[in-house]
């Protein structure tokens, strides 16, 4: 087999994590069929193998689990964790779901169903619904403009048929990265998968597919997604940022976890410590196998929501020109170096990123090298690049709230003639 295999060794419980991960995630789906990849592979666990949903669901649940399966931006999981006794037991049922699925056309039905349901409840948490509505704006028909679960209008158009198509295209052994955790070694893991896996269709080890520069703003824009009867308002502000692994990435990183990565960083400090704005103020620099965004993130109430966007556009703009002070560069690279064991602390963990790793092209060594690498961070590197990558004059911004007594207080602090400005429905995407 041409898949890569990840062991995570670990016996202090009889439990083993087993998954396989696909080269191939949301960012992927063809252009108008947002939504593609989670409604084939949900449909997947739907009927396999001559099995119906109910029984491959009891079946799982005979051996005290369940077959997950999470898609994003850059891959796709299906995940399972059981007992060592249980394992073989699960990787067959498994391997039926992955190998062998019926697409059955009623499940079709149901699913897409379902999934419009969930867009329901998506619209119903105010936190997605921003990063939603963010993320269109910010990448437009770039990659990571896709959706995962689909919109209205691709749920209606996806089909079996397209299921069907996703499976022949994706599942093979050169997209597979099989991975497992806990109480196994490599060797038992190796055979296990020839029992169970070795009908998976050959191809050669797929290469590494870089995604294009996402679109770069030219001037500021506000989409306001209008929500009725807010209290709160949620505001997302960014750009994007350098790729993932890169040293510009390891210097921007560092500087963000200064301006808004702890709860004593310079965002915090301002907008809640200081003023009560928000509960919570944060930024961070998002990581994937194409070039992702620097966010930030705020959720003032609705009378305050205009204070709150002026008081952060002019830390962010401060930020950008000036940069962070030796004393900030010496305690981000203290605090990122030290904590980034706590993120791989359990088998799990790592396998979780090592799996990243091999997702996004990224060196084996990526653990052992971080901390290094973050402490060799130097305040020179950071200001060159913030200079290089943000403009405080570039922003896409989005806010959801309640327009109409929202955009007179916007209006009335001389923030809207600082904006492109587009509002949109809530509902509408």
Request: charged content about 25%; glycine content about 8%.
């Amino acid at each position: 087999m041409s898949s890569v295999l990840l062991v995570e060794e670990n016996h202090d419980l009889p439990l083993v994590r087993a998954q396989l991960t696909l080269r191939t995630g949301a960012a992927d789906d063809p252009l108008d069929s947002d939504g593609l990849t989670n409604f084939a592979t949900e449909l997947m666990g739907r009927g396999a193998a001559g099995k119906t949903r109910t029984e491959l669901d009891l079946a799982f649940d005979a051996l005290g689990a369940s077959l997950e399966t999470v898609t994003d931006a850059d891959g796709v999981t299906f995940e399972v964790t059981v007992l060592k006794t249980k394992l073989e037991d699960a990787l067959a049922l498994m391997a039926d779901v992955i190998l062998r699925p019926d697409f059955p056309e009623e499940e079709a039905a149901r699913l897409t169903r379902e999934i419009r349901s969930q867009l329901d409840e998506l619209r119903d948490e105010d936190g997605h619904l921003a990063r939603r509505f963010f993320n269109r704006a910010l990448y437009g028909t770039h990659p990571y403009g896709r959706t995962v679960i689909g919109t209205a209008r691709t749920l209606e158009s996806l089909s079996v048929s397209d299921a069907r198509g996703w499976h022949k295209q994706w599942v093979k052994s050169g997209q597979a990265i099989f991975g497992f955790a806990g109480d196994l070694a490599k060797p038992e893991a190796e055979a296990a998968l020839e029992r169970h896996f070795s009908s998976l269709p050959s191809s050669s080890r797929a290469p590494l597919v870089r995604y294009p520069d996402p679109p770069t703003r030219q001037g500021m824009r506000l989409t306001l997604v209008d929500k009725p009867d807010r209290t709160q308002s949620q505001i997302l502000l960014g750009q994007p940022a350098p790729q993932w692994g890169t040293p510009e990435f390891y210097a921007l990183q560092v500087a963000t976890c200064a301006y808004g990565g702890t709860f004593t960083a310079r965002l915090m400090n301002e907008v809640r410590s200081k003023r009560g704005l928000s509960y919570g103020a944060s930024a961070r620099v998002a990581q994937g196998r194409g070039r992702r965004a620097l966010v930030v993130h705020v959720f003032p109430s609705l009378e305050q929501t205009a204070e709150t966007l002026e008081l952060v556009l002019g830390l962010h703009a401060d930020w950008v020109k000036s940069g962070i002070t030796a004393d900030e560069l010496e305690f981000s690279r203290g605090y990122l170096a030290s904590s980034f064991a706590f993120g791989i602390a359990t088998p799990e963990d790592r396998l979780e990123l090592r799996t990243g790793l091999e997702l996004d092209g990224l060196p084996h060594d990526y653990a052992q090298t971080f901390p290094s690498k973050i402490r060799a961070v130097t305040l020179e590197e950071t200001r060159r690049v913030m200079h290089d990558y943000l403009t405080a004059s570039d922003l896409e911004v989005c806010v959801v709230s309640t327009v109409d007594e929202l955009q007179p207080k916007l209006d009335a602090a001389g923030l809207l003639s600082r904006f492109t400005v587009e509002r949109v429905a809530h509902d509408s995407y």
